[in-house]
């Protein structure tokens, strides 16, 4: 249920946010990771050869690494917040960190990260991100030659009605948002519905989307989705009602 309302901000050119956000069909079909709850992620079935998942932001939930393992994908997994996994995730390594856009005291950036753990410098790599709103600092200060490493990025969006509407939290994203236009393209979108949603502008923005971004060169037979959710979405939270994407995220 919407709990306030924010008036669209003039300064702020939201286009290629609105652009960005679009989901596009390939020739891969999605396939589900992790979960049928929280924690469970639509992805293009086109995992092969990569060589590792970097998962930060892991809390109690580990579902999405555990069927990466399954498939021979060792992730990599940091959070400050807990001090171990909660169950043995097969070939994963756990740091206690949280991501940021320098390396101090308990952050570390995406670039030392990798830099550290790298299992093949040749090869893609695959990024899950939920990092409560630290996705854009992050995401901002990260080489452009090491977000190509990535075939596809699974990300939770945060705050987009502040973003659509406040130049603080524009200027933020903003940097990682044009970043990774260049070289990705969205191919699933899915609100939270957790978190509720806010009118800008007369339509209902979620506070948070669950997207995945797949690697332009790996976007075969782009195809522009005008209807979602997908058949195997599901809700966070069951014992509340899905939300629905705007149009404006939506081709006509």
């Not at 090869?123 to 600092?137: C, F, K, M, R, S």
């Amino acid at each position: 249920m919407d709990q306030k309302s924010l008036p669209p901000n003039p300064d702020l050119c939201t286009s290629i946010i609105d652009e960005f956000m679009r989901p596009y069909q390939t020739n891969t079909p999605l396939i589900r990771m992790g979960s049928f709850g929280d924690g469970g992620y639509l992805l293009p079935d086109d995992l092969r050869d990569i060589a590792a998942c970097y998962s930060p932001g892991v809390s109690q939930q580990v579902s999405f690494e555990l069927d990466m393992a399954k498939r021979n994908i060792p992730s990599f997994m940091a959070d400050a917040s807990v001090k171990h996994l909660p169950v043995d995730v097969p070939g994963a390594q756990f740091v206690p960190k949280f991501l940021g856009d320098k390396d101090e005291n308990e952050f570390m950036s995406l670039a030392s990260w990798v830099a550290e753990t790298d299992p093949d410098p040749s090869a893609d790599l695959l990024l899950q991100i939920d990092i409560e709103g630290a996705e854009y600092v992050t995401l901002g200060a990260a080489p452009q030659e090491l977000l190509r490493r990535f075939r596809m990025i699974v990300i939770e969006w945060h705050h987009l009605p502040s973003i659509l509407t406040k130049p603080r939290f524009y200027n933020k994203a903003i940097k990682a948002i044009k970043k990774l236009h260049k070289d990705f393209v969205t191919v699933h979108l899915h609100p939270n519905n957790v978190s509720g949603t806010v009118r800008v502008d007369g339509q209902d923005i979620p506070r948070v989307v669950e997207a995945t971004l797949l690697r332009r060169d790996r976007a075969i037979g782009l195809r522009p989705v005008s209807k979602l959710p997908h058949a195997l979405d599901r809700r966070h939270d069951i014992r509340k009602p899905a939300l629905m994407l705007p149009k404006r995220w939506l081709h006509a």
